[in-house]
């Protein structure tokens, strides 16, 4: 257990539907990231969240819909995705963003859009 | 433009050591972290590298070197339990962008 949870582990969706993914960190952390990872390929940053501020997001579609209510909770809004968004969602925490280095991941959502 | 390479698998046998390179070309470099991923489970972090040199935890090791643009993952005495994926990251000077690797799937034989 790394203090990270994700719900739910499984979804699968339509192209249509609107969905949303959940993570809860209990760490006292004060930075949160959402993380796409695809087979065969590097993780990709998605999103980043300092203090529930956005500081980053890395040039993903709007079909993907952030929102960090508080430093402890991070969802994901997903509505009319596309097949190739079926992979693994990575949520993470660390202490703040100056320690992103040592980054404590949560076990992921497997999404599958059809 | 920014990247980073690691071999895509690497095959040894249990009580052997493994050494995993990664090299980088980024923009800014901050540091280099290494992370672990077993199938089926989330990345976990091994170590960090903000300076040049070399920083031991266990059997695991990590190197930097700044003007090589390049660094290592030394596994030692390794376990069946060490087989999984292993990838490497760079944080940018930014400070919260992290970029990682493709990471690299260790086999560990009997």
């Excluded at chain 1, 796409?36 to 999103?47: V, Y």
């Amino acid at each position: 257990e790394t203090g990270v949870t994700q719900t739910p582990r499984h979804l699968v969706m339509g192209m249509t539907n609107k969905k949303s993914l959940k993570c809860e960190q209990h760490l006292g952390h004060n930075a949160m990231y959402w993380y796409k990872q695809s087979a065969k390929k590097p993780l990709e940053l998605m999103f980043v969240y300092s203090l529930e501020e956005r500081v980053e997001n890395n040039s993903v579609p709007s079909r993907f819909s952030p929102e960090c209510p508080n430093s402890s909770h991070l969802f994901l809004h997903l509505h009319t995705l596309q097949p190739e968004d079926s992979a693994l969602y990575l949520c993470a925490s660390s202490q703040d963003t100056g320690s992103s280095y040592e980054q404590y991941f949560g076990p992921g959502t497997r999404l599958t859009v059809t | 433009g920014q990247s980073l390479e690691q071999p895509s698998e690497v095959t040894a046998v249990e009580g052997a050591i493994v050494q995993i390179n990664c090299t980088y070309q980024t923009s800014g470099f901050y540091g280099l972290s290494w992370y672990q991923q077993h199938d089926g489970g989330a990345p976990t972090f091994l170590s960090y590298n903000g300076l040049d040199g070399l920083e031991e935890t266990g059997r695991f090791s990590s190197f930097l070197s700044r003007s090589d643009s390049y660094g290592y993952l030394l596994l030692q005495e390794l376990q069946m339990k060490d087989s999984a994926s292993y990838f490497c990251a760079v944080l940018n000077t930014g400070g919260f962008k992290t970029i990682f690797g493709a990471g690299t799937r260790l086999f560990v034989k009997a």
